[in-house]
């Protein structure tokens, strides 16, 4: 059973940076496609991009509103994959999420691990 | 961008009732259709895949059907753990959409 676990909530300024990280247990980075989802406080879920099964150098897809200021990362060696999201906004206060996809070569990138969230407060 | 809506936004139901929620897709998604359920503090929880394919350990009262654009999930008879928030995502094509939720309490 794979299991994602996130770092702790955090508080931002306006224009900084945020990097959030997801620990992958139950097996290794390199056997899951990882993705991250935002919730905002009115609850909306906000797909930001993950693992691009169709990338021959393993980059990830965004969404083309965090394009640019949205960079996905992941250290095979420990497991862990990162999310940071640079010139942070007011309305960037979410909890951001890390999730595994389903089977994304045959195109089920259906979410069917969670980690519990981190929250970031732009404040 | 694919836009997905759900109706109701919000139901009141009574335990054993029969819950029906829709999603329709702005353009056609075949059967790249997932149902979450929410509670709150906690992550989505994947309980239907491919628009009707109950993922293990989802309780049989729970079915999704639909193809296309339009989309339904179904609760046969409400029970108390089921009192969450309900959302539709489609992975048929980039960005990945989610629904607005569906809230589901208590009458």
């Known amino acids: 059973q794979v299991q994602l676990v996130q770092a702790g909530a955090e508080v931002k300024k306006p224009g900084a940076s945020v990097k959030v990280s997801c620990k992958v247990s139950?097996?290794?980075?390199?056997?899951?496609?990882i993705h991250w989802v935002r919730q905002t406080p009115g609850k909306e879920l906000e797909w930001m991009g993950g693992f691009d099964p169709e990338n021959d150098k393993g980059d990830s897809i965004y969404a083309q509103r965090f394009q640019g200021r949205v960079t996905m990362t992941e250290v095979t060696s420990t497991d862990t994959a990162y999310l940071e999201v640079r010139g942070l906004k007011f309305d960037d206060t979410a909890v951001y999420y890390c999730a595994t996809a389903q089977n994304p070569l045959r195109g089920a990138n259906f979410f069917d691990n969670w980690g519990q969230g981190t929250l970031v407060t732009v404040s | 961008d694919i836009q997905m809506t759900q109706s109701p936004s919000s139901l009141s139901a009574s335990v054993g009732d029969r819950v029906t929620i829709t999603c329709r897709a702005s353009q056609r998604v075949d059967n790249w259709l997932a149902w979450y359920q929410q509670k709150p503090g906690k992550p989505p929880k994947l309980l239907i895949s491919k628009a009707s394919t109950l993922e293990r350990g989802v309780p049989s009262r729970f079915s999704g059907s639909g193809s296309g654009t339009e989309f339904t999930l179904t609760i046969s008879s409400l029970q108390p753990d089921d009192f969450a928030t309900y959302f539709c995502?489609?992975?048929?094509?980039?960005?990945?959409?989610f629904g607005p939720g569906t809230k589901v309490d208590i009458k």
């Open positions: 995502q489609q992975c048929d094509s980039y960005p990945f959409t």
């Open positions: 139950g097996d290794t980075l390199n056997e899951v496609s």
